[in-house]
């Protein structure tokens, strides 16, 4: 069965630090999105993107962040500098047009120190 | 805007007795439901999804999901639960087919032995 994956399953930082998240979303799908869940709370969506370019973006999406499709597989979220508050799981997920539901990856644990 | 509530933050619930899992929305437009269920340190997974047709929707692991449009309702029930039901469970919103997915808090269910 076809699935997004993401890696990688962990990532430790320090303050400042840029890093990027991968994601490969499921081949035939056109829309792809970046959530995040900090932990115990709710998830919550970052950025949607459609035709390669964003099609919506949330209130936490600042230009600290940016998403990226740099070829035909690979939907990449980057943090620039990173803060403490960035620590998180991030979800990428993807969706094939008209079908209503979006797969999701098992997620990138993100601790910033 | 869309929105969801879930007014459980926790559902205390003995093994093999029917659980109930309440969810409702707020939408000016049709929207589209989703429950999503996420297991311990692991990704998202959709449990069921109403997207048209019958209010009453079947989904994995013996879970199903009844539509309410006037009460803007989607509660999810389990006749029987089993203890590896134990895990998060999300109520989402979608305003169309490949728009975001705007999520609830959670519930989190825990399955007494």
């Known amino acids: 069965e076809p699935e997004v994956t993401q890696t990688p399953s962990h990532q430790v930082t320090q303050m400042g630090q840029e890093v990027i998240l991968r994601c490969v979303p499921i081949?035939?799908?056109?829309?792809f999105y970046w959530y995040r869940q900090i932990l115990g709370q709710k998830v919550e969506f970052l950025v949607s993107?459609?035709?390669?370019?964003?099609?919506?973006k949330s209130e936490i999406f600042d230009d600290q962040f940016s998403v990226e499709r740099p070829d035909g597989s690979n939907f990449t979220l980057k943090i620039r500098s990173t803060k403490l508050e960035d620590s998180a799981m991030y979800f990428c997920?993807?969706?094939?047009?008209?079908?209503?539901?979006?797969?999701f990856g098992q997620g990138t644990r993100l601790t910033v120190v | 805007a869309q929105s969801v509530t879930q007014l459980d933050s926790q559902v205390p619930v003995f093994e093999e007795a029917p659980v109930e899992l309440r969810c409702n929305y707020s939408?000016?437009?049709?929207?589209?439901l989703f429950w999503y269920v996420q297991y311990p340190n692991q990704g998202l997974q959709l449990l069921l999804k109403?997207?048209?047709?019958?209010?009453l929707v079947k989904g994995i692991n013996g879970f199903e999901a009844e539509f309410n449009k006037s009460q803007t309702s989607f509660h999810l029930r389990k006749p029987s639960v089993h203890i590896s039901d134990t895990a998060e469970y999300f109520c989402?919103?979608?305003?169309?087919?490949?728009?975001?997915?705007?999520f609830g808090k959670g519930t989190r269910l825990h399955i007494l032995p």
């Open positions: 997920a993807s969706s094939e047009r008209g079908l209503g539901e979006a797969f």
């Open positions: 081949s035939n799908h056109l829309y």
């Open positions: 993107f459609y035709n390669n370019e964003i099609s919506e």
């Open positions: 939408s000016s437009v049709s929207v589209y």
């Open positions: 109403y997207l048209s047709g019958s209010t």
């Open positions: 989402a919103v979608r305003r169309n087919r490949d728009d975001k997915i705007i």
